[in-house]
């Protein structure tokens, strides 16, 4: 009886794959397979396009990028003068006057409240770990000093105007 059925079923199996080869082109991939040949060679054009476009959008953005840095390096060219305290300890996350970064804006806060906030994070009343790391090796007189300067911002740069 198993004979039988494995008779029966590679029969079948042969008998389909005749069929398959006499239908023609088919059994070769046939149109089907210049149909997805096209459709390959589409894709593969686009997406070099897509790459093009992104490389000179990544082209441009690098461009932008090392002139923000050199406007950076250049310190307070166009804009008022900083103390090294501050460009040392402060610009590189709240920006060279303050307008912020990757940390948020300083500038037009008070002197009072830029301190009180220096304090709050090193009490550890405000949670912020790169802001507590920043500030772990400065006295009060630091704060004093930088806050007074960043609260002194806003009026240098309207003196600027």
Do not use: W
Not at 32 to 54: G, L, W
Not at 87 to 110: D, I, M, N
């Amino acid at each position: 009886m198993k004979n039988i059925i494995v008779g029966v079923i590679t029969f079948v199996i042969l008998g389909s794959m005749v069929y398959t080869v006499s239908q023609g082109t088919a059994f070769q991939g046939g149109q089907a397979a210049k149909i997805i040949e096209n459709v390959s060679k589409t894709q593969t054009t686009v997406s070099q396009q897509k790459t093009q476009v992104a490389t000179e959008k990544s082209d441009r953005d690098i461009e932008a990028e090392k002139i923000k840095s050199l406007k950076d390096k250049a310190g307070n060219a166009a804009a008022f003068k900083v103390s090294e305290n501050y460009k040392r300890k402060c610009a590189s996350c709240h920006g060279a006057t303050g307008e912020g970064a990757v940390g948020l804006p300083l500038f037009g806060q008070s002197a009072e409240q830029l301190y009180s906030k220096l304090l709050e994070f090193k009490s550890g009343k405000r949670d912020n770990p790169i802001m507590k790391n920043a500030i772990m090796n400065l006295n009060e007189n630091d704060f004093k000093e930088l806050s007074a300067e960043i609260g002194d911002f806003k009026a240098r740069s309207e003196a600027l105007k």
